[in-house]
């Protein structure tokens, strides 16, 4: 039989794991235990009515304080234990407003590639296609069969980076860094047959001391449409359409030139210059002004004389379509070389070359 110390004794102990409960399942598990359906204090319970009534009144009262004040405790350590639970838990959630923010670096195109897109999205919308060659090229797509033989002089033009294996003679100069991206045109015609609609974005390499116009490393984009009856005229509407799309669009930096610019075609006047020039691979060869968008060809800080030069063009030479197989009896065509670091320089008032590659992110977040 149990007796009131046996009862206060389990209540001592009970109360002792109570306090010691770390949390609402320990504190459970020590409910079940004393007070659950075959807990210590229930079974005490349970078993009153075995009891003679003097006992039963003694133990019974003992019993029934003792289940009290334990579901006291218990009740008591549950709201301590749950509001720590809940301070744990919100500390573990929180955000500490005070810390300075965690920054997002997004990138963004270079002015270098987005100029080139633009270029190039003009150029698929006239129907051409992109095509590009290797940056390390040979001598004879870089030269030769442009019609610029070995003691050509318009090879002194373009100072030209050689690439030789090592221990090499000096005199073994085939491999060459492009000097233009004219060789893709080699490349492209000797790999297909006419019509031929592309162009070429790319570096190009010359062994050029840097200075605000020159840089070793640039960009071009190369033109090429080779078809049957293509003429001199087809040249300046390809170059006018494109300089009206490139120069005189609408955009945020570029209204006063599009104001201008279309001044200028309203009053009739000339939007692009040919000036007779020399290439070997094209003849006849010009070079290619556009109206100053800026000043709209009066002459400004930016252009001077009212034109801005923007690249080299020219009907195919005849020997360098027999050069690649075609037959100029049949087709005909013309190219175009044009510097992207040039137009973009005008588009956007960048005054030296240089800065395009000395990747200060104070230049290069501006575009
Ligand atoms: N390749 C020439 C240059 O780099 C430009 C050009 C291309 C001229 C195509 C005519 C035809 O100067």
């Not at 320990?26 to 079940?32: G, S």
């Not at 060659?133 to 050689?162: C, I, M, W």
């Not at 006419?194 to 390499?205: N, Q």
Request: glycine content about 8%; overall charge negative.
């Amino acid at each position: 039989m149990v007796t009131r110390v046996d009862l206060e004794n389990t209540y001592e102990k009970a109360k002792a794991a109570v306090a010691a409960a770390t949390s609402l399942q320990q504190l459970d598990q020590v409910r079940v235990e004393y007070l659950g359906k075959r807990g210590k204090i229930t079974s005490v319970l349970k078993t009153l009515g075995r009891l003679t009534p003097e006992e039963r009144k003694e133990i019974g009262q003992v019993a029934n304080k003792v289940r009290q004040n334990l579901e006291g405790d218990i009740k008591e350590k549950q709201e301590e234990l749950s509001s720590e639970e809940v301070i744990k838990r919100l500390a573990a959630e929180s955000v500490d407003i005070t810390l300075p923010g965690r920054e997002h670096v997004y990138g963004r195109r270079h002015l270098i590639s987005q100029v080139i897109k633009e270029i190039t999205d003009i150029f698929l919308g006239l129907g051409y296609k992109v095509a590009e060659g290797p940056e390390v090229e040979l001598d004879y797509y870089n030269f030769k069969a442009l019609n610029t033989p070995a003691d050509h002089p318009a090879r002194s033009l373009q100072d030209t980076f050689y690439i030789r294996k090592a221990g090499a003679h000096p005199a073994d100069n085939d491999i060459v860094l492009r000097t233009h991206t004219s060789p893709v045109q080699i490349r492209v015609m000797k790999s297909q047959k006419p019509p031929v609609y592309i162009i070429a974005p790319g570096r190009a390499f010359r062994r050029d001391v840097p200075d605000p116009t020159h840089s070793p490393m640039f960009h071009q984009v190369e033109g090429l449409a080779v078809d049957k009856g293509i003429t001199f005229g087809d040249l300046k509407g390809t170059l006018e359409e494109f300089s009206r799309q490139m120069f005189g669009r609408e955009s945020q930096v570029r209204v006063v030139a599009r104001e201008s610019f279309e001044a200028g075609i309203a009053e009739g006047g000339q939007q692009i210059r040919l000036r007779p020039h020399f290439f070997p691979f094209t003849e006849p060869s010009a070079e290619v002004d556009v109206r100053c968008f800026a000043c709209g060809g009066v002459g400004c800080r930016i252009c001077g004389s009212g034109w801005l030069e923007i690249l080299g063009a020219g009907m195919v030479d005849p020997n360098v379509l027999i050069e690649v197989g075609y037959n100029p009896e049949e087709v005909s065509g013309f190219a175009f070389g044009m510097g992207v670091e040039r137009i973009a320089m005008l588009l956007y008032g960048v005054p030296d070359i240089r800065m395009f590659f000395e990747n200060d992110l104070r230049f290069v977040k501006q575009f």
